[in-house]
């Protein structure tokens, strides 16, 4: 394949930040079908538009995800990308890696594709852009053979689930977000392979309500770490902040490139607390925290002094989404509080999950995620299918229309009334 | 035995899903994982985790361009090998962390890295501008609006000596999605960076029948704007569409459902500008980011005008915001009116809502400040 001149691309190769047209340009050197890819990202950075096609559904036997078919609609000028399809290669829990594995990673890719990543996509996979459609059988042999690893999930399935870091690297954690990832994920593969939902269906676990993976706004269902009992105070170390020692940065040091003044406890902690149920006592800081919406910042800013408490586990929330159609989503607050147990392979949050499916599957229309499900049938019904008691904690606050959906049943003597009845008492 | 195309299902092996996470965890991490006590952010870049049993764990923090090469990921396995007994991990934001369990060892580790010249900028801590988390853009995607990898790098080499230091008030997260799908998911950052169409779609009556399922490209319009029509391809009398252009939102929804709208174009696509949104739940709840700058051009290479836009915003954030306050709340606590005012962007009526529950963002109140653009009634 011909080298192209990519003037264009080439102004990108200026400037501090690491440039992807100069690293695309050193693996042309050995993959010479990347200077097609330049040259097609060239030729749309000089018509202002995309060169791929819409669609192309290619995949391997027995999945119904995994693989996004994409085709160049200049596949003349620029062969080497004639088929460009996208594999999804799920993610280890938390995205760790040992180089051995990255590297046998990096040979498959090399031999089967473009030699084009991402790490990682949006939704957490490894992501290998661009290959052939003759090569994904081949490429799915020896990732599953040799490198004991399988595909991840596209179209209207369970995507591959995310998860922060969790307890391997964060005081923090409520869970160990890696393991209830890795273990549902094991768990589901089925539904991972399979497209058998109205449309895609993301779980997000993040260890603490910080929410690292963006599960409140990016996952269908939300699992966030949280905690029941008191927040723990190690007073001592109060003192250390509040005396300004170099030892205990506020936030942890993320201040320190510039000069804020000294550390002031009262304006920092106790006045941007939302529920303001922080005050000194003396030498004491004392949080009510029957008051508490455990909403980190104070951890945040104390992270040497305060911890979460003892008592951990995890709220969840359902339905989060971007905007198609009817606009962005955050999940809304289903289940206060699960343990999120290992010893009982996760059963407080499995029964949730199945207990969404069996209904969304059902009632779900085509492309309709389960948040606009819930809008579509309402909160009470959901929660009511959810077999969760309905509580102000489920809303921002109550609704200020008085348009009740009464059931019949719910009201004295029920809706059939006699209308020759009711006018011998009232004439017309 | 490798792949047998003649006998595809013979010796298969599914379901295996990802590798087991505790394989690949540095020895430190393992030893430690659910014990950890606090951590400090020593420099920008570089994190310390402490244990409980005394142990720590250095962390080196580098931008990534995201997309990139396999020998670009060789270049970091060369550094864990060197220096971090084989192991690497990724952050959520496209950031990559090398892990040393010895303070001595974070010295030697920095310089390896900065050998590699700018291929890993060392930074994306604290109160900075951490990595973009983006989408594919031209690179790959059929349905962009934008780029993603242009104008990230021209945004990051613009805001570089942000993500290398902790001068902000707070975090800022950068996310630019390259059309309204928001597989970025860009609906709840600080600055969001996102493409947008202009042009209703094209309908292609030659290609429609056989690419396209009618009703639901019908039912795919939010709007009711895609219709049902009879067209005349080679004199021939076909089922197609039309569409309510006056109708159109631009969403781009009926193009994922039916390849025969096409919507690109190089003067109608562009970037609008979203701001103040946040995910964490610290102090306030999750905002959605809100609409400010509803167009911006593709001007290739280097996407000029948003680099411009972006730092502008930026700058009036970290000059007037409190410590702690993400860009969403100093908006909030400062008004919308004087946000438009102290970054200088124009305010224009597309910023307000007219789509559904679009009241629920109209001002009932008489609570409101005296900018500039309520000097037509108070200077008369």
Redesign the interface.
């Known amino acids: 394949m011909a080298k192209h001149e990519t003037p264009?691309?080439d102004?990108?190769e200026?400037?501090?930040?690491?440039?992807?047209?100069t690293?695309?340009k050193?693996?042309a050197e050995?993959k010479p079908e990347?200077w097609d890819?330049l040259g097609q990202?060239e030729l749309?950075?000089?018509?202002?538009?995309?060169?791929?096609?819409?669609?192309g559904i290619v995949g391997v036997?027995?999945?119904g995800g995994g693989i996004v078919g994409?085709y160049s609609d200049v596949p003349k000028q620029f062969p080497g990308v004639e088929h460009?399809h996208?594999v999804r290669i799920?993610?280890?829990?938390?995205?760790?890696?040992?180089?051995?594995?990255?590297?046998a990673l990096?040979?498959l890719?090399?031999k089967y594709g473009s030699?084009?990543?991402?790490?990682?996509g949006?939704t957490?996979d490894m992501i290998f852009?661009?290959t052939r459609t003759e090569n994904l059988?081949?490429l799915?042999?020896?990732l599953?053979?040799d490198?004991?690893?399988?595909l991840g999930g596209s179209g209207s399935n369970l995507r591959?689930p995310?998860c922060?870091?969790g307890?391997?690297?964060?005081?923090w954690?409520c869970f160990?977000a890696?393991e209830v990832c890795?273990s549902l994920?094991?768990r589901y593969?089925?539904e991972?392979?399979r497209p058998a939902f109205p449309y895609k269906f993301k779980f997000k676990f993040s260890a603490c309500?910080?929410?690292?993976?963006?599960a409140?706004?990016?996952s269908d269902f939300s699992v966030?770490g949280t905690w029941k009992d008191n927040i723990r105070i190690d007073q001592a170390a109060v003192q250390k902040y509040i005396a300004n020692d170099p030892e205990y940065?506020s936030?942890?040091?993320?201040?320190?490139?510039?000069d804020?003044g000294p550390f002031d406890i009262q304006a920092?902690v106790i006045d941007?607390c939302?529920t303001q149920c922080m005050w000194m006592e003396g030498n004491e800081l004392k949080i009510d925290d029957s008051e508490c919406t455990?909403?980190?910042?104070c951890i945040?800013?104390l992270?040497?002094a305060l911890r979460p408490g003892l008592q951990k586990g995890a709220s969840i929330l359902i339905g989060a989404k971007?905007?198609?159609?009817?606009?962005?989503q955050?999940s809304t607050l289903v289940v206060p509080f699960v343990e999120v147990n290992k010893e009982n392979d996760f059963e407080e949050v499995v029964d949730v999950i199945e207990k969404v499916w069996d209904w969304w599957m059902e009632v779900g229309k085509n492309r309709e995620r389960v948040g606009e499900t819930m809008q579509r049938v309402g909160l009470p019904t959901f929660l009511s299918v959810m077999e969760v008691e309905p509580m102000p904690q489920h809303v921002k606050e109550p609704r200020s229309n008085p348009y009740v959906f009464w059931k019949e049943e719910e009201v004295e003597g029920g809706w059939d009334r006699d209308i020759e009845e009711y006018r011998r008492r009232h004439a017309a | 035995m490798g792949y047998d195309p003649k006998n595809p299902m013979e010796g298969r092996i599914s379901d295996l899903g990802p590798r087991y996470y505790g394989d690949f965890l540095p020895p430190v991490i393992k030893e430690n994982k659910g014990k950890w006590l606090y951590h400090e952010i020593l420099e920008p870049g570089v994190l310390v985790h402490v244990s409980e049993t005394g142990a720590k764990v250095f962390t080196v923090r580098c931008g990534s361009p995201r997309l990139v090469s396999v020998n670009y990921v060789r270049d970091i396995c060369d550094i864990a090998d060197k220096h971090c007994d084989g192991f690497v991990r990724f952050t959520t934001r496209n950031n990559i962390e090398f892990m040393v369990d010895a303070f001595e060892k974070v010295a030697p580790l920095k310089e390896t890295i900065k050998s590699y010249g700018n291929k890993f900028p060392i930074g994306g801590t604290g109160a900075g501008v951490t990595n973009v988390v983006h989408t594919q853009g031209w690179i790959h995607c059929h349905t962009p609006a934008t780029d993603a990898s242009g104008p990230v790098k021209a945004v990051m080499d613009d805001l570089f000596e942000y993500f290398g230091s902790m001068t902000l008030p707070a975090q800022v997260r950068i996310a630019l999605a390259c059309c309204l799908n928001m597989c970025g998911a860009v609906h709840a950052s600080d600055i969001a960076i996102l493409g947008v169409h202009r042009k209703p779609p094209m309908i292609d009556h030659a290609r429609i029948t056989g690419v396209c399922e009618l009703p639901l490209a019908i039912a795919s319009c939010p709007l009711g704007a895609v219709k049902p029509a009879k067209a005349i391809v080679n004199g021939e009398e076909i089922k197609s569409v039309q569409i309510n252009a006056e109708r159109c939102m631009f969403c781009g929804n009926c193009y994922t459902m039916c390849p025969a709208l096409p919507m690109a174009d190089a003067e109608g696509d562009g970037i609008a500008i979203l701001v103040g949104g946040k995910v964490s739940n610290a102090r306030s709840a999750p905002k959605f980011s809100k609409l400010v700058v509803p167009f911006l051009p593709n001007t290739t290479p280097r996407w000029p005008e948003t680099v411009e836009c972006v730092r502008q915003i930026l700058v009036a954030y970290e000059k007037d915001a409190k410590k702690y306050e993400r860009l969403g709340e100093w908006a909030e606590r400062i008004s919308w009116e004087k946000f438009f005012e102290k970054t200088g962007l124009p305010f224009t009526e597309k910023s307000i809502d007219d789509y559904r529950l679009a009241y629920d963002t109209w001002r009932t109140s008489t609570q409101f400040k005296y900018t500039s653009h309520t000097a037509a009634y108070t200077n008369k």
């Open positions: 264009l691309l102004e990108l200026k400037g501090p930040w690491p440039s992807f047209v690293d695309l050193q693996q050995t990347v890819i990202l749309s950075f000089k018509d202002r538009i995309t060169h791929w096609k819409h669609g036997f027995g999945y994409r460009f996208t799920a993610q280890p829990s938390g995205l760790y890696y040992s180089t051995e594995n990255l590297r990096m040979d890719w090399e030699g084009v990543t991402n790490m990682h949006s957490g852009l661009g059988e081949p799915f042999w020896d599953t053979h490198l004991k690893q399988d591959t995310s922060c870091l307890e391997s690297r964060c005081e954690a160990d890696q890795n994920t094991q593969q089925d991972i392979h309500p910080n929410d690292c993976v963006a409140i706004a990016r966030i940065p936030n942890g040091g993320s201040h320190k490139g510039r804020w920092e941007l939302p455990r909403c980190m910042h945040n800013v992270p040497r971007a905007p198609i159609l009817d606009g962005a955050f």
